[in-house]
């Protein structure tokens, strides 16, 4: 009699537990309640760091020290070969300077190819690297430790550059994000 009970408490159980679309709420202690974190500065797109400030990421120091817009007539004027922007879009130089935080006999690299910007849209533009003539383009190579790199990053967008992030993305490291502004 005592088994067919309890059987019978399992079987009730089971048909409330199965088929409930609302999870259970298991209740804890206040001690093992832990606080959620906003990510850090440069972080996340949601979180970039301010135009300015330096972010470390892997072995680099990244920050944005200065954005040029619009600058059609640069790029135009540093060779007849630069395409023209289509209707409604600007070139934007932005300046980026990278600091390699190795030891001085250790090096970094960069080619510009790991930076692109990102629009409000969450679409993620790349920069113009076949752009010709334009004065302190930046020029990818390899950097030793305690060096700075610096030099233009030249895009093409549509609208405000304070509408973009910088992202920063290595083939086997982190990411970074900056604001333009």
């Known amino acids: 009699m005592r088994v067919a009970g309890i059987a019978i408490v399992a079987v009730v159980a089971s048909l409330l537990a ?3 679309s609302t999870p259970v709420v ?3 202690s206040p001690e093992a309640w832990v606080e959620p974190t906003q990510p850090a500065l440069g972080a996340s ?3 970039p760091a301010p135009s300015g400030t330096a972010i470390q990421i892997d072995d680099m120091s990244l920050s944005v020290t200065e954005v040029v817009f619009p600058a059609d007539a640069l790029v135009r004027d540093g ?3 630069n395409p023209t922007p289509e209707a409604a879009s600007d070139y934007v130089l932005v300046g980026l300077a990278a600091t390699c935080t190795l030891p001085s006999d250790s090096s970094c690299r960069l080619s510009g190819l790991e930076f692109s910007l990102v629009d409000t849209a969450g679409i993620a533009h790349n920069p113009r690297l076949w752009i010709a ?3 302190g383009k930046f020029e990818g190579s390899e950097f030793f430790g305690g060096a700075t790199k610096s030099g233009y990053l030249i895009y093409v967008i549509e609208g405000d550059p304070a509408d973009y992030i910088l992202k920063y993305e ?3 490291g982190g990411e970074a994000y ?3 502004q």
């Open 79 to 81: 060779s007849f070969l």
């Open 18 to 20: 199965c088929g409930r």
């Open 170 to 172: 290595a083939l086997f």
């Open 133 to 135: 003539g334009v004065p």
């Open 178 to 180: 900056l604001t333009l």
């Open 26 to 28: 298991v209740p804890t």
């Open 45 to 47: 797109r949601f979180s």
